[in-house]
């Protein structure tokens, strides 16, 4: 089953939020963004947030879901040991370059994540957890994101 529909050349993503933190702030609208692996979101396209009862709940049992429009798609690339790089030529989004993960911006990415505390080595932490390292034989390779903010 496809997590998404397209309409218009827009598309519309079905996501499920399970780290509590960001589930609450999604739910009361402090947390305007969130980090996805690979770049196929764009502004524009819609996400319906689903968030579950409780933090073990069955897919089944969503307890609230929100509706927002992409406003920005940040592309990025993150090296869990030295931190984010920023790919958009777009000083505003969030800087140029490298980014190590106790840098004041990589702390400003985190609290908007929703993530608790907001540091750049609790977000590090979270992101490996949702995603893990992308391997390719014995090498760890950088993986793509993207920052969505609504």
């Known amino acids: ?37 690979y770049n196929k979101i764009k502004v524009g396209d819609t996400i319906l947030w689903h968030g579950l009862r409780n933090a073990y709940g069955s897919p089944n049992e969503f307890e609230w879901s929100r509706r927002v429009k992409v406003r920005k798609a940040i592309p990025i690339e993150i090296d869990f040991k030295r931190g984010i790089r920023t790919l958009s030529y ?44 992308v391997h390719v034989g014995d090498e760890i390779r950088l993986a793509s994101y993207q920052i969505i903010r609504w």
């Open 1 to 37: 089953m496809s997590d998404n529909k397209v309409v218009n050349n827009l598309s519309e993503y079905l996501k499920t939020m399970r780290y509590l933190p960001a589930l609450e702030a999604i739910r009361d609208g402090t947390c305007k963004q969130h980090m996805f692996q």
């Open 90 to 133: 777009n000083r505003d989004d969030i800087g140029n370059g490298w980014m190590g993960w106790h840098e004041g911006t990589v702390y400003e990415i985190a609290a908007m994540e929703g993530i608790v505390p907001p540091k750049g080595d609790t977000l590090c932490n979270v992101m490996q957890t949702r995603y893990g390292e």
